[in-house]
T-cell receptor, first 116, second 113 residues
């Protein structure tokens, strides 16, 4: 069965610090997709990134970067020079492609607080 | 604007009073799904549908019903709500295939007294 673990329930840092959110996944499939979503205080879910299992290149988008390592089944998310607007709950999620992919399995979420 | 619309956004009800949360998408997506979000548990899938008249159970289907009579609509029905169904509910849609990104509605916060 698929599983996503975000061991960090809450993280609190001071503005401008770098912070890494951990995500560990389990799957038996060889083809799968990993996602990160952001849930700001307003409550909506905002898509951040998708990665497929065949692409282990790290990705950078402005202050955000993602480190995908199949050897450790991890897909960690780093925010560089954090800002108060980064405060949110962040979810890591996993989807396979078997039989049309019925499910996106989410981790428990990490609540990130950036203090001014 | 491409979107998933849920209603109501907020609802307080009492045990046993049937209610329906509507969900509509304007992107012609085949796949639609309902999730509930609870503290410490993340989002868990309730039901999903891969096309019209095709629905299937997710991880936590007990106490819920769904229907998919039209491609754009996927209502969630609570026939006899109980307090343990107090939660934040999200509807979402996408094209079929695991690679595609789910687009979520704004969420519906339900309280059952």
């Amino acid at each position: 069965a698929q599983k996503v673990t975000q061991a960090q329930t809450e993280i609190s840092v001071v503005e401008k610090e770098d912070v890494t959110l951990d995500c560990v996944y389990e799957t038996r499939d060889t083809t799968y997709y990993l996602f990160w979503y952001k849930q700001p205080p307003s409550g909506e879910l905002v898509f951040l990134i998708r990665r497929n299992s065949f692409d282990e290149q790290n990705e950078i988008s402005g202050r955000y970067s993602w480190n995908f390592q199949k050897s450790t089944s991890s897909f960690n998310f780093t925010i560089t020079a954090s800002q108060v607007v980064d405060s949110a709950v962040y979810f890591c999620a996993l989807s396979d492609d078997a039989r049309g992919a019925q499910k996106l399995v989410f981790g428990q979420g990490t609540r990130l607080t950036i203090n001014p | 604007e491409a979107q998933v619309t849920q209603n109501p956004r907020y609802l307080i009800t009492v045990t046993g009073k049937k209610l329906t949360v509507t969900c509509s998408q304007n992107m012609n997506h085949e796949y639609m799904s309902w999730y509930r979000q609870d503290p410490g548990l993340g989002l868990r899938q309730i039901y999903y549908s891969m096309n019209v008249e095709v629905t299937d159970k997710g991880d936590v289907p007990e106490g819920y019903k769904v229907s998919r009579k039209e491609k754009r609509n996927f209502p969630l029905i609570l026939e006899s709500p109980s307090p343990n169904q107090t939660s934040l509910y999200f509807c979402a849609s996408k094209w079929n295939s695991g690679a595609n990104v789910l687009t979520f509605g704004a969420g519906s916060r339900l309280t059952v007294l």
